[in-house]
């Protein structure tokens, strides 16, 4: 968690840029709007995928991911309660960015009979989820923040991405300090549920894509 997330191409997600932009910083506004025509816009987007994120310079295509020399597996999420230390501090001082997407997914159920759950904000505008971007091996990668869940996802998961409001963005990617208030659970009715039919394998489940 957060592993899984997916980009639909609707005129809604169009609309919501065009409308932030007469209330919000008109810049940031475009360059979400950049990074949204940059996005896969597949309904299966993982860990090692390329994504456009937004940093405080702009746009910018990075892989989802890293692994550094002393971790045996793939970083790709970053813990709220664990941001300030050693391994993720000076990315949340000095490289905060943005990960627009549709979505993303969360699984309840037995191992051997998964069900996949679409997440997705209620008013059909897209997600800002909180990462941090870091350099490594002259790439640049980036990994999603996640905190406790909150009282509305608790019964998919007991952790989810952070969300930052779009009036919270450009804060959240230029304070020179650490915006952990930002950081604190979402209120559950901006969300909403889809079930998705079947198990989530290899491919993504095709109804997800007429639900939204």
Not at 12 to 37: I, Q
Not at 48 to 56: F, R, Y
Request: hydrophobic share 40%; with cysteine; aromatic share 10%.
């Amino acid at each position: 968690m957060c592993g899984r997330v997916y980009d639909p191409e609707t005129a809604e997600h169009e609309r919501f840029f065009k409308l932030e932009a007469r209330e919000s910083d008109t810049r940031l506004v475009r360059w979400l709007a950049e990074a949204w025509k940059l996005a896969p816009h597949s309904y299966d987007v993982r860990p090692t995928t390329p994504h456009a994120v937004v940093t405080a310079q702009g746009p910018e295509l990075m892989h989802w991911g890293f692994k550094p020399d002393w971790s045996p597996s793939l970083l790709f999420n970053a813990r709220s309660d664990k941001i300030k230390g050693r391994a993720w501090g000076k990315a949340f001082r000095e490289h905060r960015c943005l990960l627009p997407v549709g979505g993303f997914y969360e699984w309840t159920g037995a191992r051997t009979a998964r069900q996949p759950h679409a997440i997705c904000r209620a008013d059909g505008s897209p997600m800002l989820l909180a990462a941090l971007w870091l350099e490594l091996e002259r790439q640049r990668c980036f990994v999603v923040v996640t905190r406790d869940a909150s009282a509305w996802m608790a019964r998919l998961h007991d952790r989810e991405p952070v969300e930052i409001e779009p009036e919270h963005a450009l804060e959240y990617l230029t304070a020179t300090e650490p915006p952990l208030h930002l950081l604190s659970p979402a209120k559950g009715e901006v969300l909403r549920e889809f079930l998705c039919a079947g198990p989530f394998k290899d491919r993504p489940p095709a109804p997800v894509a007429r639900l939204f």
